[in-house]
């Protein structure tokens, strides 16, 4: 995973509790925008990724639904979902100590953290068909945005890094609460999954002005 530069971030929502959703329906018509000119994968990662970053640099459009912890498990909450599944977007929620399992993408993905932190491990596969840790843990921080594919690395395990509750955007090259992919075991035997979304509507980001 590659990192942008980190940027502190705080709860900038307008007095009253209105939230700024033109910021996500802004950076949803960009993302379609540069998908349109079907540039090549590397040009996704580094543009898509800086227009991440200028989303996450603020914290006033997320409403409060989309960034509810669960005692259970981290969640997954769609916000935004393009017309031919080119891409997604969502957000996750971790509370303390929640981490997911080892796992893949198998599309490309973007993920900026918005507030708190995660830390972030990333594996490849030894000769042997087991995993085995590609170098130290990540720490992504609030305004840092890193990338994961099966180009450059798209298997790897995620959990807050602190202990309060974090929220992370993550972009994906796909609808990606529909595709199959794995779950990976110590000795790297995969197990399939499909991971769906906790929510089931998303927020109107083209009501506003």
Known sequence: MSNAPAYSSSNERAPGGSFNLSRLR????ALGALLDDAVP????LARGGQLLLQLVEHDDWLPDEYAAPSPERYQQYLLHCDS?????VVSFVWGPGQSTPVHDHTVWGLIGVLRGAE?????TRSADGTL???GESERLVAGAVAAVSPSIGDIHQVSNAVSTTSVSIHVYGANIGRVERSTYAADGQPKRFVSGYANRAVPNIWGQG
Not at 84 to 88: A, G, L, M, T, V
Not at 119 to 123: F, H, I, K, T
């Open 26 to 29: 802004d950076f949803v018509r």
């Open 41 to 44: 994968e590397p040009q996704i």
């Open 84 to 88: 031919r599944e080119r891409f997604s």
């Open 119 to 123: 830390l972030g491990q990333a594996y």
């Open 132 to 134: 085995a840790k590609t």
